[in-house]
């Protein structure tokens, strides 16, 4: 029994050192030779050990062969690796040359087309550099040739016209500055000539009355010997009849003939000797003095002598006749003044006419008041003057209108369309001050935050009210009425609503690249905006001191510009909408003729689902305010999503009916319902929410009934309850239908379309062309 559990535990500790770790092997031999048995337990370990060797031998003699073999294989192996080796190196030292030329190539085409980018850009700089330069070298050479008055119009067209087109150059700046400097030079130059004339008319004065005495002479010796002739023959007449003397003629004792004969003579040579008066004179400078003062206009010091001359001319005698008797009167001086005050206005009128800086006329009419003014100080009658300066008042607000264009259209250019970020509190009192925006829920929000409108709409509403002050400024001081001076106000703000901004943002709405993005913004834009005009109400009321509820006030309508603007970039939305529907409905490439649909939705569809989905999410920026008309859900987020989904309809529709299209098989119609299944999946989901029901899936449904109509070939229900209010295919036309039952036949007769039927070529064909048949007759008894 000893000696058996003594083999036992040697078995044990044997299989514990083959399956044990070597670092936890030290604990087993420690039981070995604790006991008393270790000698056999050595024998047993080595005939273990030989057992073990044995079956190593064994494997490896199995294996000896097979080892053999693959370091037979691996010497092979090793001189193909090496060849490889070798072609691999020569092969990327070739890759590695024509790398080099390729890189080489690159740089140069590189280089090339950089040159291009740099030749093009610089070809279009020149374009709208040269007729600046053009114009400046006309210019140029017509001031050598002191052809002044061209020469000013040539300024004005490069001021107005091609100094802005080019650009903010160097030498376009200088141009600027130098236009000024010009206009004087050629004011100057032209007055100059003009004292000179006048000078050159004090010498030549004498000589031009000698001439004009001597033509005076020769044409009363001309009338005289005209006068003689007429007597003469009257004479000859005579004596013929009754005297009969003919030795008076002979010996030259009629004094008339005599005189008529040397003045003729002195007449014939006068004529050739004697110049016209006129001709002495070269009166070019004062026409061309006229000329271009009429261009260059007066400056407003120009205005200001010549009101001085006027008041100091009816001052002296408005003196004078106070400080004495007989010299002058009343009626004198009265008749003196209206004939200057009515060449007072109308040279007023004609050059004011001229200006287009509201500025100069604001100050001009300054000018004019005060000139009024002092001349009703002295007791002359003034009323016309302000009639003019009413007058004055409807140029002036043309002109604050074309200014104010110009702001507008800036402001929407330069415009990122995109809501403003507000990082501090200091930055939205400062927008909050220029631009009356309430919302409670916003101003809980912690900064960073962003306002729902885009810059142009406080820089829109502080130029609405520089406006309104710029046209306040021209009221005062012409003794009107605070009713009368609000009326003037709110007319020209009426004004520059509908006809200067609502032209603006059409022009914004419509112009070419505007995103979607850019076209919500602008929904935004004029809600706020439209918001804010009762504030412009208060305001004007504020300034003019005239309540916004007096009878028979002038109302703030120009309102309706921002309403108009709304729905014009709402119609551009639903227009881009569909334009981009369309471009992805030009990617569809279906194969008509497929003998089995796909799995999923094509390509093309599934990217215009990704961008629908996108695009509607955009709508969530919509204000919910209390104008339904922008709210979210509202009429602009349901009616873009509703129009783009019966616009995809529509167009599939004509695309499964092309003409182009001339035969479809059964596995193209699989496909196309699997392409509606994943439109109508789009509509199911509500991209946009507050539709009720399965609305939007109704955008679909005539394609749904069409495409079940042929799918499930459900012919005979579609015949038997066509007409009927429960007709199951109620929205498929039969026209529509039997179009697409044509595109079904199998002209070739060498095609499977209805290899689902399981049935003949013959009794396919048959089955389409007896269901033909019946709709033509369907078609044909509801026409009757």
């Given at each position: 029994m000893a000696s058996a559990e003594i083999a036992a535990e040697h078995e044990r500790i044997l299989r514990e050192i083959e399956s044990t770790d070597t670092n936890c092997i030290g604990p087993t031999l420690r039981s070995v030779y604790d006991g008393q048995e270790h000698g056999l337990f050595m024998e047993k370990l080595e005939g273990r050990i030989r057992n073990h060797d044995r079956e190593i031998e064994k494997m490896c003699n199995h294996h000896f062969q097979g080892f053999v073999d693959s370091i037979t294989e691996l010497l092979k192996v090793?001189?193909?690796?090496?060849?490889?080796?070798?072609?691999?190196?020569?092969?990327?030292?070739?890759?590695?040359?024509?790398?080099?030329?390729?890189?080489?190539?690159?740089?140069?085409?590189?280089?090339?087309?950089?040159?291009?980018?740099?030749?093009?850009?610089?070809?279009?700089?020149?374009?709208?550099?040269?007729?600046?330069?053009?114009?400046?070298?006309?210019?140029?050479?017509?001031?050598?040739?002191?052809?002044?008055?061209?020469?000013?119009?040539?300024?004005?067209?490069?001021?107005?016209?091609?100094?802005?087109?080019?650009?903010?150059?160097?030498?376009?700046?200088?141009?600027?500055?130098?236009?000024?400097?010009?206009?004087?030079?050629?004011?100057?130059?032209?007055?100059?000539?003009?004292?000179?004339?006048?000078?050159?008319?004090?010498?030549?004065?004498?000589?031009?009355?000698?001439?004009?005495?001597?033509?005076?002479?020769?044409?009363?010796?001309?009338?005289?010997?005209?006068?003689s002739q007429q007597r003469s023959a009257s004479g000859r007449r005579i004596r013929k009849e009754g005297y009969g003397s003919t030795e008076v003629d002979r010996t030259?004792?009629?004094?008339?003939?005599?005189?008529?004969?040397?003045?003729?003579?002195?007449?014939?040579?006068?004529?050739?000797?004697?110049?016209?008066?006129?001709?002495?004179?070269?009166?070019?400078?004062?026409?061309?003095?006229?000329?271009?003062?009429?261009?260059?206009?007066?400056?407003?010091?120009?205005?200001?002598?010549?009101?001085?001359?006027?008041?100091?001319?009816?001052?002296?005698?408005?003196?004078?006749?106070?400080?004495?008797?007989?010299?002058?009167?009343?009626?004198?001086?009265?008749?003196?003044?209206?004939?200057?005050?009515?060449?007072?206005?109308?040279?007023?009128?004609?050059?004011?006419?001229?200006?287009?800086?509201?500025?100069?006329?604001?100050?001009?009419?300054?000018?004019?008041?005060?000139?009024?003014?002092?001349?009703?100080?002295?007791?002359?009658?003034?009323?016309?003057?302000?009639?003019?300066?009413l007058e004055m008042r409807d140029q002036y607000g043309e002109i604050l209108l074309k200014k104010w264009s110009q702001s507008f259209r800036q402001i929407l250019d330069q415009d990122n369309y995109s809501p403003i970020p507000v990082v501090s509190p200091e930055e939205y009192q400062r927008i909050t001050g220029q631009f009356p925006f309430q919302d409670p829920e916003l101003d809980k929000m912690p900064f960073p935050k962003k306002l729902p409108f885009s810059e142009f709409v406080p820089k829109v509403y502080s130029q609405l009210k520089e406006f309104i002050y710029a046209c306040l400024k021209y009221s005062e001081d012409l003794h009107l009425s605070s009713t009368e001076i609000d009326d003037m106000i709110r007319k020209s703000t009426n004004l520059l609503l509908t006809r200067t901004l609502s032209h603006c943002l059409q022009y914004a709405i419509k112009k070419k690249n505007v995103g979607l993005a850019e076209l919500v913004q602008i929904i935004i834009n004029t809600t706020h905006l439209e918001q804010s005009c009762h504030y412009l109400e208060e305001f004007i009321?504020?300034?003019?001191?005239?309540?916004?509820?007096?009878?028979?006030?002038?109302?703030?309508?120009?309102?309706?510009?921002?309403?108009?603007?709304?729905?014009?970039?709402?119609?551009?939305?639903?227009?881009?909408?569909?334009?981009?529907?369309?471009?992805?409905?030009?990617?569809?490439?279906?194969?008509?003729?497929?003998?089995?649909?796909?799995?999923?939705?094509?390509?093309?569809?599934?990217?215009?689902?990704?961008?629908?989905?996108?695009?509607?999410?955009?709508?969530?920026?919509?204000?919910?305010?209390?104008?339904?008309?922008?709210?979210?859900?509202?009429?602009?987020?349901?009616?873009?999503?509703?129009?783009?989904?019966?616009?995809?309809?529509?167009?599939?529709?004509?695309?499964?009916?092309e003409a182009d299209v001339r035969q479809v098989s059964m596995g193209a119609l699989q496909q196309f319902n699997v392409d509606v299944k994943e439109c109508e999946r789009f509509a199911r989901a509500g991209p946009v929410p507050g539709f009720q029901g399965d609305t939007l899936l109704l955008a679909f449904i005539d394609l749904r009934q069409l495409l079940d109509l042929f799918t499930q070939w459900d012919w005979s229900t579609y015949l038997a309850d066509y007409g009927r209010p429960t007709c199951k295919y109620l929205r498929v036309n039969p026209h529509t239908a039997l179009a697409l039952l044509e595109k079904m036949k199998d002209t070739s007769r060498k095609n499977n379309m209805f290899a689902q039927f399981r049935k003949n070529e013959r009794d396919k064909q048959k089955l389409i062309d007896t269901v033909v048949k019946q709709l033509r007759n369907l078609i044909a008894s509801n026409q009757a």
């Amino acid at each position: 029994m000893a000696s058996a559990e003594i083999a036992a535990e040697h078995e044990r500790i044997l299989r514990e050192i083959e399956s044990t770790d070597t670092n936890c092997i030290g604990p087993t031999l420690r039981s070995v030779y604790d006991g008393q048995e270790h000698g056999l337990f050595m024998e047993k370990l080595e005939g273990r050990i030989r057992n073990h060797d044995r079956e190593i031998e064994k494997m490896c003699n199995h294996h000896f062969q097979g080892f053999v073999d693959s370091i037979t294989e691996l010497l092979k192996v090793r001189g193909e690796a090496q060849k490889l080796k070798g072609q691999v190196t020569e092969t990327n030292q070739k890759l590695q040359n024509d790398g080099k030329e390729l890189l080489t190539s690159m740089n140069e085409l590189r280089q090339c087309r950089v040159q291009q980018r740099n030749i093009a850009t610089t070809i279009d700089k020149l374009t709208h550099c040269l007729p600046v330069l053009e114009m400046y070298s006309k210019l140029q050479e017509q001031m050598r040739a002191k052809r002044y008055y061209p020469a000013l119009r040539t300024l004005e067209q490069l001021e107005e016209s091609c100094l802005p087109q080019a650009g903010s150059y160097r030498f376009c700046t200088i141009m600027a500055e130098n236009i000024p400097r010009l206009r004087t030079h050629i004011r100057d130059v032209s007055m100059s000539d003009l004292k000179d004339f006048l000078e050159s008319i004090r010498k030549h004065s004498d000589k031009i009355g000698e001439t004009a005495m001597k033509q005076a002479q020769v044409q009363i010796a001309r009338d005289n010997a005209v006068t003689s002739q007429q007597r003469s023959a009257s004479g000859r007449r005579i004596r013929k009849e009754g005297y009969g003397s003919t030795e008076v003629d002979r010996t030259g004792n009629n004094p008339f003939s005599e005189q008529d004969s040397g003045i003729l003579d002195v007449d014939d040579e006068q004529e050739e000797e004697v110049p016209g008066a006129h001709d002495l004179v070269d009166f070019s400078p004062v026409y061309r003095c006229l000329h271009i003062y009429t261009v260059l206009h007066e400056t407003l010091e120009g205005y200001r002598r010549y009101f001085n001359q006027i008041v100091g001319f009816f001052v002296v005698e408005d003196h004078i006749l106070h400080t004495t008797q007989g010299l002058v009167n009343r009626a004198y001086v009265e008749e003196l003044w209206e004939l200057a005050l009515s060449k007072t206005i109308a040279a007023l009128r004609t050059h004011s006419s001229y200006c287009t800086d509201p500025d100069l006329v604001l100050d001009l009419k300054n000018l004019i008041v005060l000139f009024a003014d002092t001349l009703q100080g002295y007791g002359f009658p003034v009323n016309q003057l302000f009639d003019m300066l009413l007058e004055m008042r409807d140029q002036y607000g043309e002109i604050l209108l074309k200014k104010w264009s110009q702001s507008f259209r800036q402001i929407l250019d330069q415009d990122n369309y995109s809501p403003i970020p507000v990082v501090s509190p200091e930055e939205y009192q400062r927008i909050t001050g220029q631009f009356p925006f309430q919302d409670p829920e916003l101003d809980k929000m912690p900064f960073p935050k962003k306002l729902p409108f885009s810059e142009f709409v406080p820089k829109v509403y502080s130029q609405l009210k520089e406006f309104i002050y710029a046209c306040l400024k021209y009221s005062e001081d012409l003794h009107l009425s605070s009713t009368e001076i609000d009326d003037m106000i709110r007319k020209s703000t009426n004004l520059l609503l509908t006809r200067t901004l609502s032209h603006c943002l059409q022009y914004a709405i419509k112009k070419k690249n505007v995103g979607l993005a850019e076209l919500v913004q602008i929904i935004i834009n004029t809600t706020h905006l439209e918001q804010s005009c009762h504030y412009l109400e208060e305001f004007i009321s504020n300034i003019t001191n005239v309540p916004p509820d007096t009878i028979n006030a002038t109302k703030l309508y120009g309102t309706s510009t921002f309403k108009d603007a709304r729905h014009a970039a709402e119609e551009e939305i639903y227009t881009n909408l569909n334009q981009k529907i369309d471009q992805f409905l030009q990617l569809a490439d279906y194969d008509w003729t497929a003998a089995q649909g796909g799995g999923q939705a094509s390509d093309y569809l599934s990217d215009l689902i990704a961008f629908l989905c996108s695009t509607f999410a955009v709508f969530t920026h919509l204000p919910g305010n209390a104008i339904e008309h922008a709210t979210l859900p509202g009429k602009v987020a349901q009616t873009a999503c509703m129009s783009a989904c019966k616009h995809l309809s529509t167009s599939l529709l004509q695309l499964l009916l092309e003409a182009d299209v001339r035969q479809v098989s059964m596995g193209a119609l699989q496909q196309f319902n699997v392409d509606v299944k994943e439109c109508e999946r789009f509509a199911r989901a509500g991209p946009v929410p507050g539709f009720q029901g399965d609305t939007l899936l109704l955008a679909f449904i005539d394609l749904r009934q069409l495409l079940d109509l042929f799918t499930q070939w459900d012919w005979s229900t579609y015949l038997a309850d066509y007409g009927r209010p429960t007709c199951k295919y109620l929205r498929v036309n039969p026209h529509t239908a039997l179009a697409l039952l044509e595109k079904m036949k199998d002209t070739s007769r060498k095609n499977n379309m209805f290899a689902q039927f399981r049935k003949n070529e013959r009794d396919k064909q048959k089955l389409i062309d007896t269901v033909v048949k019946q709709l033509r007759n369907l078609i044909a008894s509801n026409q009757a």
